[in-house]
């Protein structure tokens, strides 16, 4: 696992490389755990993570992992990835909610139909 942090002002970037497991959770866990108090926005960038379990769930909304005063966001989401989020939000939506970690996705329930 790669993990490389930006920060410019009151915004972080962390970009993982690498599948999200248990194995590399902690390391993912210490990189949020770095992060000065001044950050008010994380963005997480999986653009190289081809394939995360269940981890990156407790890792994308784990309310302990992050301060409620910042707003968390993912870009870059690779099929495997993306398909874990959504299969979530399905079967629990009030526990995983995308519309505050995926913005620009609407939310399971508000998909356009397709002819």
């Known amino acids: 696992m790669n993990i490389i942090t930006t920060i410019d002002g009151t915004r972080a970037r ?3 490389r690498g599948e999200i497991d248990f194995d590399t959770l902690p390391p993912l866990r210490a990189a949020v755990a770095a992060l000065p108090s001044q950050v008010t926005d994380l963005q997480w960038d999986l653009t190289g993570t081809p394939f995360m379990d269940i981890a990156g769930l407790h890792l994308l ?11 968390t966001t993912v870009t870059g989401l690779g099929s495997q990835p993306l ?7 399905d079967a629990a939506p ?3 909610d995308l519309s505050r970690l995926l913005p620009d996705i609407a939310p399971p ?3 356009p139909a397709t002819a």
């Open 94 to 96: 009030a526990v995983f």
């Open 83 to 89: 398909w874990l989020l959504l299969t979530a939000a």
């Open 61 to 71: 909304f784990d309310p302990a992992a992050s301060s409620p005063d910042c707003r």
């Open 14 to 16: 962390i970009a993982a």
């Open 109 to 111: 329930g508000c998909r």
